[in-house]
């Protein structure tokens, strides 16, 4: 039996309309999305300062993206996956924020803990002296500027056995500390020697840097340590003491 021309019109357009819907319910597979976020940006104490042009970085790509007036920023199109973002401007070294989740939810990951970044410490250590007071050990830190209740300053120590004990080389550091006053005087009791993993009559080291309100520190997992990225470097040398 021949076919019309209309019955052979009618089949190859029911053939078009079928390929229409395969491919309308064959979508290409979702693969990239945008990655948002922002920053708080400091000076070395706590005054909020201009929170753009940090450049942020998606670690091993070409992808970047500069922070605006209010600190925020996208990273456009980045492939799924688990990521390391640096942060980075002039005057605040490095800051690192690992193990970002980057998975296909539909839309953009947001990254919802915004980090305060200080910038480096203009805090020098000129003088450091350790001495024996009782059962504690004092260590006096002098520094530049001198630190009182109108120029707050702020200061960090390091600890270790080994005698080139550095922000890179401790086995203990303190929290930042606040310097209204100098020398600013800081005691170390037993206790707190053998809290931080020293035993009693052991030769450890002291140093310290000047340090800003807002750390920029994080854990490093490739180093296996925690990094501190605004210390100001101009310290005076490491001082012993000797666990009571």
């Given at each position: 039996?021949?076919?019309?021309?209309?019955?052979?019109?009618?089949?190859?357009?029911?053939?078009?309309?079928?390929?229409?819907?395969?491919?309308?319910?064959?979508?290409?597979?979702?693969?990239?999305?945008?990655?948002?976020?922002?920053?708080?940006?400091?000076?070395?104490?706590?005054?909020?300062?201009?929170?753009?042009?940090m450049?942020?970085?998606?670690?091993?790509?070409?992808?970047?993206?500069?922070?605006?007036d209010?600190?925020?920023?996208?990273?456009?199109?980045?492939?799924?996956?688990?990521?390391?973002?640096?942060?980075?401007?002039?005057?605040?070294?490095?800051?690192?924020?690992?193990?970002?989740?980057?998975?296909?939810?539909?839309?953009?990951t947001?990254?919802?803990?915004s980090?305060?970044?200080?910038e480096?410490?203009?805090t020098?250590?000129?003088?450091?002296?350790?001495?024996?007071?009782?059962?504690?050990?004092?260590?006096?830190?002098?520094t530049?500027?001198?630190?009182?209740?109108s120029?707050?300053?702020?200061?960090?120590?390091?600890?270790?056995?080994?005698?080139?004990?550095?922000?890179?080389?401790?086995?203990?550091?303190?929290?930042?500390?606040?310097?209204?006053?100098?020398?600013?005087?800081?005691?170390?009791?037993?206790?707190?020697?053998?809290?931080a993993?020293?035993?009693?009559?052991?030769?450890?080291?002291?140093?310290?840097?000047?340090?800003?309100?807002?750390?920029?520190?994080?854990?490093?997992?490739?180093?296996?340590?925690?990094?501190?990225?605004n210390?100001?470097?101009?310290?005076?040398?490491?001082?012993?003491?000797?666990?009571?």
């Amino acid at each position: 039996m021949k076919l019309n021309f209309f019955t052979v019109s009618f089949v190859i357009l029911l053939g078009l309309i079928s390929c229409n819907n395969d491919d309308d319910t064959n979508p290409e597979p979702i693969t990239k999305a945008n990655i948002i976020g922002s920053v708080n940006l400091y000076n070395e104490g706590v005054t909020q300062i201009e929170n753009s042009n940090m450049i942020v970085k998606v670690e091993g790509t070409e992808i970047s993206a500069k922070t605006d007036d209010d600190g925020d920023f996208t990273l456009s199109e980045v492939p799924f996956g688990t990521y390391t973002l640096t942060y980075e401007k002039s005057g605040f070294g490095t800051f690192k924020k690992y193990n970002i989740e980057h998975t296909n939810t539909g839309s953009s990951t947001i990254i919802t803990a915004s980090p305060s970044l200080g910038e480096i410490s203009t805090t020098q250590i000129t003088a450091l002296e350790s001495t024996v007071n009782g059962d504690n050990i004092q260590l006096a830190i002098t520094t530049i500027p001198a630190g009182n209740n109108s120029n707050t300053r702020y200061v960090r120590y390091f600890l270790s056995t080994n005698s080139n004990v550095s922000n890179e080389n401790y086995t203990y550091y303190s929290p930042g500390l606040v310097s209204q006053i100098t020398p600013l005087v800081i005691t170390l009791s037993q206790d707190d020697l053998i809290s931080a993993g020293f035993s009693s009559g052991q030769t450890v080291y002291a140093k310290v840097y000047g340090d800003s309100f807002w750390s920029n520190e994080y854990d490093d997992s490739d180093l296996g340590r925690k990094v501190f990225p605004n210390l100001n470097m101009n310290s005076a040398n490491a001082v012993s003491l000797i666990v009571p």
